[in-house]
């Protein structure tokens, strides 16, 4: 079955400086990668996705690339803000005949210091 | 939280005793999901529905059942809980009209087993 590594497990980045999360999957039928924001005693936020047919995507100032002939996709976070300071887990989907089975990362656990 | 409510949000049993939890939606989306959420292992699926009656196993799904006998709650049960069904579980949805990959979560439930 699908499995997913998320690196790294903790992350500590100055406020304005970018912040990069990796994660590699094993299944290459995976085709819809979200990622997914998670402050302290809520439940994961969706922020951002990317689907097999497209190498990267923006939205403002986060942007998520995948490659899939190596099977990883990236989380870049740009000009970081103390607001950013979360948990964020990257997940990958195969899609099954009634569903999609989200398999995810172990999480990033990031701290942007003012 | 995607419009979806969970109940109740924490709660502390006995190993033996059985729990429910719910999670409940007032929008009709069709695709139900039930994760639990442990230390060092990201998000798991327990199970999932994709409409009233149809239910389905994820990966983590012994020691749990589920119903949805109408489109608004999805049932998650714990016949006898033990030490090792402690967690957060997180329910999710699918908006109608969105490709059901894309997944919605609410705020989730809390629970300890003694």
């Known amino acids: 079955g699908e499995n997913v590594e998320q690196h790294p497990s903790t992350l500590s980045v100055q406020e304005g400086d970018s912040a990069v999360i990796k994660c590699t999957y094993s299944?290459?039928?995976?085709?819809?990668f979200p990622w997914y924001k998670q402050e302290l005693g809520k439940g994961p936020q969706l922020i951002i996705d990317?689907?097999?047919?497209?190498g990267e995507k923006k939205d403002q100032r986060i942007a998520v690339t995948l490659n899939k002939t190596a099977k990883h996709f990236s989380l870049h976070i740009t000009e970081t803000q103390p607001e950013d300071s979360a948990v964020y887990f990257c997940?990958?989907?195969?899609?099954?005949?009634?569903?999609?089975?989200?398999?995810f990362g172990q999480g990033t656990e990031l701290s942007v210091k003012p | 939280d995607a419009g979806i409510t969970q109940s109740p949000r924490h709660k502390v049993t006995e190993t033996g005793t059985p729990v429910t939890l719910r999670c409940h939606q007032t929008?009709?989306?069709?695709?139900m999901y039930w994760y639990r959420q442990d230390p060092g292992h990201g998000l798991r699926l327990i199970h999932y529905?994709?409409?009233?009656?149809?239910?389905d196993k994820g990966e983590v799904s012994d020691g749990y059942s589920v119903s949805r006998s109408k489109t608004e709650d999805f049932l998650l049960t714990l016949e006898s809980a033990t030490s090792s069904q402690t967690s957060v579980y997180f329910c999710?949805?699918?908006?109608?009209?969105?490709?059901?990959?894309?997944?919605?979560f609410g705020p989730g439930t809390r629970l300890t087993v003694l």
């Open positions: 997940a990958a989907t195969v899609t099954y005949n009634q569903g999609g089975k989200l398999i």
């Open positions: 299944d290459s039928a995976s085709n819809y």
């Open positions: 990317i689907r097999s047919n497209v």
């Open positions: 929008e009709n989306h069709r695709y």
């Open positions: 529905s994709y409409g009233v009656k149809d239910t």
């Open positions: 999710a949805i699918t908006p109608s009209g969105r490709d059901y990959n894309e997944q919605f």
